[in-house]
């Protein structure tokens, strides 16, 4: 049984970093394809970063891309996101992923419905 755990989440003010970290057990954690997704109220849940089972191959949606970075260490069987600039409409909850496929290393998985286990999320909320 695979079971993602986010962690990193918090009150924090607009242009302040953050970064939110998933941690995995279960599985082999090298062979996910992983992914941050983030949903606030009243609104449809939206994919943030995707990341290569390999961690070379990144990909970011527009609304986080150019102040975020997406990392995964195998080795510690944990998943990263680093947001700077952070701004109020970035507040949302923010879950972590796992896709367990077999695409290839590089490739990059960031619709929802491919993925096969889920986080309970940590909320992000930034004040103005």
């Known amino acids: 049984q695979v079971q993602l755990v986010e962690s990193g989440g918090g009150l924090v003010q607009a242009g302040d970093s953050l970064r939110l970290s998933c941690a995995a057990s279960g599985g082999t954690f090298s062979n996910f394809y992983m992914c941050w997704f983030r949903q606030a109220p009243g609104k449809e849940r939206e994919s943030v970063a995707a990341i290569s089972r390999n961690g070379v191959n990144t990909w970011y949606g527009d609304s986080v891309k150019g102040r975020s970075t997406i990392s995964k260490d195998n080795a510690k069987n944990t998943m990263y996101l680093e947001m700077n600039s952070l701004k109020p409409e970035d507040t949302a909850v923010y879950y972590c992923?796992?896709?367990?496929?077999?695409?290839?290393?590089?490739?990059?998985?960031?619709?929802?419905?491919?993925?096969?286990?889920w986080g309970q999320g940590t909320q992000v909320t930034v004040s103005s």
């Open positions: 992923a796992a896709a367990q496929r077999d695409y290839g290393d590089y490739y990059l998985v960031w619709r929802a419905d491919d993925y096969d286990y």
